[in-house]
């Protein structure tokens, strides 16, 4: 493990496929840029990506990865975070994988508090299939398969969090090259469960949630008062109707990780080359 | 052979069943009999109704008899489930007092003996007691030795203080002293002691126990019926050698968190039955196309859908033969016997990792819930060996990198089997993923590659097929014109049946076979039969299909998929019905 890491080292040797001018593009760079501000190297990292355009990161960062089956990202990679804690554990997805498909492990994933990243890569579209609505696009967006627009209304992915006991929840925008970086760094860092959910524009197919808007009306907490270990504070701004928010909405210290919880600390792909050695004890239980 | 005996108790889920045929399952085990138990039991909390019963000698008893000598039934209704398998001589404990049992209908030639089982209980410290009063009378119609009890009861209520303790081994004395000193029956039964020394452990403890041995050190599962003694096990113990198990949000958590865990490098697993099998399907394809070792227990039970939770049945060999859509290696193993779920447990690690590929480990509901006893070295942990497979480190990782340094996780090697470079080791970073990819892990939908790749994944398995021993059991006559064939848990009623088809002339071979792919080669045995028998509880005959596939025969199937096992007595009938009555077979 090298002190000298460059963000560039998590960089793999295959060129992204994304559309020109896709928000991935910044969200990867800022994932990469933080991991290694955060003193990893790829041999100690592990990125798990779930399916959809989001889904292709693991191919085009260098470091351990799998890319998983649809919305099961999260278990997958809680699994490698409790059976080696010393690994960087991050897990990438868009809305579709996170907030549709995935929904039910993303409660529970808060709740657990792995000491992991999630990086959710929301663009408000499902892309690689070509178009259609997703969990967080509006009420009214038209697409092919709701052609007078979903009729309800979208997932809010911070509120869930909160509600299901998060200890970290920030969003960002993949196009602020610089605050992206910072905050998930500071998701790196937290430790338990990082939550960024990333305003990552999808120039294809979302002419609504666009790099203009989100440059327009993006409210960034770190220039306000905002003070993140301040619940009702949170609240206020993850329930505000009429504006979104960018930076860490709030995180709660306190809260011991899944880890420390339930005193993981060894590699267990570390094992010995027979039966433990006091295994016999478990036959005696049997008498 | 010494007489076996056979005791049951029975009543409404919630009556405390279950502990107290364990507590005297454990007091024959330490007095030096052999114990084979089995349940009945309905999927409720409360109510219906349940029983525990109980197969014991002096000799190895490894299966059930429809026949029972000391029934203690709580409720009405456990005589009337139980009718056909009292005879004369038969002896019902029942309490007399409690309203329900007034008017208990006790057959005729049974005796029955009327404790006051609640009464007793409350005089010895509380009515909860009562069942052990009932054990008491047991001891006391059984001539054994109620020392053996008590030891028993110290197992089982030590932790909770000694007080209760003597109290529970006052209301045992109660019980006994009642029959003695109120019944003039001469009872026929006398369970005699042993020095021998035995454990006494069900399939889902086996399993448990043989995947710690195995260096086991994660476990992610939803509660399952009959899979959750496998994670209860676990839990508690596992923590000890450095381990960890999680109660996942569904079975595809589970199944993830356990490939992410296998990912990290660690001997991972997860348990379930049918229902979570179809759940995993998905995951399960995602394991072996990125070459993960996994463990994969499925104790299976009734099915299709909810089925019957609660019951036996081998239905799923197809759906761990064929699960998940698209073509892919995977090994299915099938424990006949407890303590094999020990041996093949520890066996499925080993061939998850040497191969890289998902090893589903299939026990059903009668293994599950059966205990039974063995010899303690039956489970020696000196026997244990760990094979890790092509797992590298930094210094022979180069050997499996490209020109430009890059670690292949799915290089192509001769064997079929990559090397495998765990999260952590320098200069081994790789990606793998669920699309088809090529030697580094990257998606491709390259025709060569995809051909090559394909093909060294199936290459495994002829490498597999060449490298280890994929040998059946053999019983009975090698040189019989009969040949039974079975998988999973009718081994123990298929050898007893063995004996009774003797006594009656009939000579069989029967093999016994715990590998259902790659599965032994039986074509010599199959040559040389006049008749083959399938015996396998399910209604098609999936395993039978395999055999007819495998080696272009006709073969008669024996099935059965009432939701109970078979039984010894059942076996030997419906094997010598088949030969009398069966037409030619054409081979």
């Known amino acids: ?287 | 052979m010494p007489a076996d005996f056979n005791w049951a108790v029975g009543g409404e889920a919630g009556d405390g069943i279950d502990s107290t045929g364990k507590i005297f399952a454990q007091a024959l085990s330490r007095a030096g009999r052999h114990v084979f138990t089995s349940k009945d039991f309905a999927s409720r909390i409360r109510g219906g109704y349940t029983a525990y019963k109980i197969r014991t000698s002096v000799d190895r008893v490894q299966s059930v008899v429809n026949r029972l000598d000391v029934l203690i039934a709580l409720t009405p209704r456990t005589i009337e489930e139980n009718l056909d398998e009292l005879h004369d001589g038969s002896v019902i404990i029942y309490d007399g007092e409690r309203t329900t049992m007034e008017d208990a209908p006790i057959p005729e030639d049974v005796v029955g003996l009327d404790v006051p089982l609640k009464r007793l209980a409350e005089e010895a410290g509380g009515a909860i007691m009562r069942n052990v009063v009932a054990l008491g009378a047991a001891c006391a119609v059984t001539d054994f030795p109620i020392e053996n009890l008590d030891s028993a009861l110290e197992k089982r209520f030590g932790a909770k203080g000694q007080k209760l303790v003597e109290n529970n081994k006052d209301a045992a004395r109660k019980g006994k002293a009642h029959v003695e000193d109120t019944d003039d029956h001469e009872f026929k039964y006398d369970l005699e002691t042993t020095d021998n020394d035995y454990v006494l452990l069900n399939g889902d403890e086996a399993i448990g126990m043989g995947a710690i041995a195995a260096g086991c050190r994660y476990y992610a599962g939803y509660p399952i019926t009959p899979a959750t003694d496998v994670m209860e096990y676990l839990k508690g113990r596992i923590e000890g050698y450095g381990g960890h198990v999680v109660q996942a949000e569904d079975e595809l958590s589970a199944i993830n968190m356990a490939l992410g865990a296998a990912r990290a490098g660690a001997r991972a697993m997860t348990a379930t039955s049918g229902p979570g099998i179809d759940l995993m399907a998905e995951t399960f394809g995602l394991v072996a196309t990125t070459e993960t070792p996994l463990v994969i227990a499925n104790i299976m039970r009734s099915g299709p859908s909810t089925g019957m939770p609660t019951k036996q049945e081998q239905g799923d060999l197809n759906a761990m033969l064929h699960g998940g859509h698209g073509e892919i290696p995977r090994f299915v193993l099938a424990p006949t016997t407890i303590d094999e779920c020990f041996w093949k447990t520890v066996e499925a690690f080993n061939l998850a990792e040497k191969y890289q590929l998902p090893v589903y480990l299939t026990g059903d509901l009668s293994l599950a819930v059966t205990e039974q006893t063995f010899e303690p070295d039956a489970f020696d942990m000196d026997e244990v060996e760990i094979d890790r497979g092509k797992l590298v480190d930094e210094e022979n990782l180069a050997e499996w990198q490209n020109e430009k340094g890059q670690f292949q996780p799915h290089a192509l090697a001769d064997d079929g089997v990559s090397p495998r470079a765990v999260p952590g080791t320098d200069d081994g970073a790789h990606m793998t993923t669920g699309l088809e990819h090529d030697e580094l892990g990257r998606r491709t939908e390259d025709t060569e590659m995809r051909v090559k790749q394909v093909d060294k994944r199936d290459r495994k398995v002829e490498t597999a097929k060449q490298r280890e021993s994929w040998q059946p059991r053999e019983f009975g006559d090698a040189e019989a014109d009969t040949l039974i064939l079975s998988w999973g848990s009718n081994e123990g009623a298929m050898v007893e049946a063995i004996e009774m088809l003797a006594d009656d002339g009939i000579d069989v071979r029967f093999i016994s076979v715990p590998y259902i792919f790659p599965r032994p080669e039986l074509d010599d045995a199959i040559d040389a039969a006049e008749d083959i028998l399938v015996v396998e509880c399910n209604s098609t005959g999936q395993f039978a299909d395999l055999i007819e596939h495998d080696a272009l025969v006709r073969v008669n199937r024996i099935n059965k998929y009432n939701g109970v096992r078979f039984t010894a007595d059942e076996l030997a009938d419906r094997i010598s019905g088949a030969l009398t009555e069966a037409p030619e077979v054409p081979q």
């Open chain 1, 1 to 287: 493990m090298s002190s000298d890491v460059r963000f560039t080292d998590f960089k793999s040797d295959k060129q992204p496929t994304w559309c020109p001018g896709c928000g991935d593009f910044g969200t990867m760079n800022g994932m990469m840029k933080a991991l290694a501000n955060t003193g990893n190297d790829p041999d100690n990292t592990f990125v798990v990506a779930g399916i959809g355009c989001s889904g292709k990161i693991g191919t085009y960062m260098h470091s351990y990865a799998l890319h998983g089956v649809h919305g099961r990202a999260l278990p997958l990679a809680a699994g490698v975070k409790m059976a080696n804690p010393e690994l960087e554990v991050m897990a990438a997805g868009g809305d579709g994988d996170g907030y549709s498909i995935g929904v039910g492990h993303f409660i529970h994933a808060v709740r657990r508090n792995v000491d992991m990243s999630y990086i959710v890569m929301d663009n408000r579209i499902y892309g690689l299939t070509k178009g259609q609505a997703s969990p967080t696009s509006r009420e009214d967006f038209e697409t092919s398969t709701t052609p007078e627009g979903p009729k309800q209304p979208p997932v809010n992915p911070l509120a869930l969090a909160l509600s299901a006991g998060a200890t970290f929840i920030a969003q960002s925008f993949s196009s602020d090259a610089m605050r992206h970086t910072e905050i998930v760094q500071e998701a790196v860092e937290h430790d338990g469960f990082g939550f960024v959910n990333v305003f990552s524009p999808c120039v294809t197919f979302n002419d609504v949630d666009t790099y203009d808007y989100f440059r327009d009306e993006l409210v960034d907490v770190g220039e306000t008062d905002h003070d993140p270990t301040d619940l009702e504070a949170a609240q206020d701004v993850i329930l505000d109707p009429e504006k979104e928010y960018q930076g860490v909405l709030y995180q709660n210290e306190q809260a011991n990780a899944y880890g420390a919880e339930h005193g993981l600390s060894e590699n267990m792909a570390e094992i010995p080359d027979g039966a433990p050695e006091d295994a016999t004890d478990l036959v005696r239980e049997f008498y």
